[in-house]
């Protein structure tokens, strides 16, 4: 079946819609309510709440889909405040002529991301606009950090430092590749990490910071949390991870690792009396086997990259368009 | 300036227009704090959450705009639930040749909005997509409600009154005469109905369901209530508000003011020994002037019509594409 505007006419072929795929595949005693809006179990803890749209293109790509990644993006966005993600949203903006399978596959894969992540789906929404067969995806989330609990762009220290969790520039890489229809064995990056944030933090580390690597890459997120922190970041060139596929690439088409996005890697500050234990406790979860210790925060301003030669090149933000539509 | 890909890069451009006019106009204590999510105060009662997209065409439009709709949407959302709506994130998917004017007036709409409703807007996401000059917007939205509140879709009762707080059809029109460029008084409905909600509960209504009339009109979410409800609606044909404008253009038009979508019109369903309480009320209140009763629930189920003849015409919900885009 292909979807038409009178899906999104929220009439009796909408219900059809939300009943056939959504509730099928998201089902949980609160969506099964089916309500305006979903009333939830009190929270333990502080809640914290963020949203994200998701317009990749090609939908489906090695490594995932525009469906994981909408639930990682959020699960990861609330992660990285220290929470515990708990409930999303899923709201979904239809283009006449996509098929209903490819709907449900995306569905099933965000169901699937879902319950890997441990959050429920509870409320959503579907629109139909004409268009080409795709569709956009947005998802908000609430989650539940502890009263006492820090973490924050704004919270860099001296004497930090910085670990990043794993390769850069995969997801980026694969989804241009993609599009320009090249065959390689890249795979896109995209994760929940919440489970891994969560490990370290039960562990008892003082984190200062948490940020995942998505948009404008490395050289983006540590330009803003350098300014929010009114610190500098001193990155070593040589023990950032970059996998041999994507060095490979960036070599033939002029890229950056540094400025290229990921959907499953993060950026962490902890102090350095703390840097080996968080290390080995990443090192030992699913997404963080490649985690190391690639920096470390200093006073100053922006970000430096240390050489091979030993010398500090200043790094700069993501300017211009990047790759569009990367999630 | 009118925006290009490289405003949803996340790099430096993205950032000046976040910077330029989210966070300029929708500025409060946690938004501009600007990190991945939002940290809250702790909330007062059992939390509520809800999330639409709008892709309403045209973007503005008599008595609105696509981001009044988007804060009104979540806020009423939550306010059918008997939640007192406290935040929003906003996320929008801005396509290629929006005049950055087009978003700011949109934007400033929003937050006007979310004033008189009450809420802050804490979060948000940009993307960029191919395009022609549109936007989407998706808001999500988190309320509180006291811990012993039983308002729910599936919570109407033989004996209760339905009310419908105004005119029906109004928004529908509007946008429909709009797109045909026809020259009419008409106006959106588009409001937000929390303090009106608020109003009566604070009373002490014992308030058993509310809905807002929104896509599919009150034929559709009547006909949803009685299947969540186990119960019969009898709707009262002479009873149902309808201006004299929307009256007329649906005599032209072949439409029926019953499927036509409201975006500032609510029903409520209270027992019968407090219909009058709550209607004087609501009538009483800057969106219910114009509320009536207009039927009652009983043993059965379906919705039905009594006509001015006094037969009973079943009344069904809306089948086909009803008017694309109409939020």
């Known amino acids: 079946m292909k979807i038409a505007l009178r899906h999104g006419a929220g009439g009796e072929e909408t219900s059809k819609l939300i009943h056939g795929i959504f509730a099928t595949y998201f089902q949980n005693d609160i969506l099964n309510k089916m309500e305006d809006a979903a009333v939830l179990p009190k929270l333990n803890g502080v ?18 889909d525009i469906g994981k990644l909408s639930v990682c993006g959020t699960v ?23 098929d209903s399978e490819t709907l449900e596959k995306i569905v099933a894969s965000m169901a699937a991301t879902a319950e890997e992540a441990g959050v429920k789906i509870v409320a959503g929404d579907t629109k139909v606009v004409e268009g080409n ?27 930090d430092a910085v670990i990043i969790t794993g390769t850069l520039g995969d997801h980026h890489a694969t989804i241009l590749t993609q599009r320009l229809q090249m065959e390689t064995s890249l795979q896109s990056d995209c994760a929940p990490l919440n489970h891994m944030v969560q490990t370290v933090l039960d562990a008892g ?3 200062h910071t948490i940020r995942d690597i998505t948009r404008g890459g490395l050289a983006t997120v540590a330009t803003e949390l350098a300014e929010a922190s ?14 041999e596929a994507v060095k490979g690439l960036s070599g033939i088409l002029g890229l950056d690792p540094l400025t290229m996005g990921n959907e499953g ?8 009396s703390e840097a080996e234990k968080a290390l080995a406790i990443l090192q030992n979860t699913k997404y963080g086997k490649d985690a190391v210790i690639a920096g ?11 050489t091979a030669l030993g010398s500090y090149r200043k790094v700069l933000p993501l300017r211009g368009e990047g790759l569009p539509r990367i999630c």
């Open 76 to 98: 990861n966005d609330l992660a990285c405040m220290g929470a515990k993600p708990l409930y999303l949203t899923a709201s979904f903006i239809l283009e006449t002529g996509l």
């Open 265 to 272: 890697k993060m950026l962490l500050a902890v102090p350095y």
């Open 296 to 306: 470390e925060v200093t006073e100053g301003t922006g970000v430096y990259l240390l």
């Open 133 to 159: 067969g795709g569709l956009y995806i947005n998802t908000a989330g609430i989650g539940a950090r502890p009263s006492v609990c820090n973490i924050s762009a704004a919270n860099l220290k001296p004497k």
């Open 230 to 243: 009114g610190c500098r970041i001193n990155l070593e060139e040589e023990k950032l991870p970059v996998s």
């Open 47 to 64: 809640p914290v709440f963020t949203s994200d749209s998701f317009v990749v293109e090609p939908l489906f790509f090695p490594g995932g």
């Open 205 to 207: 580390v003082d984190v």
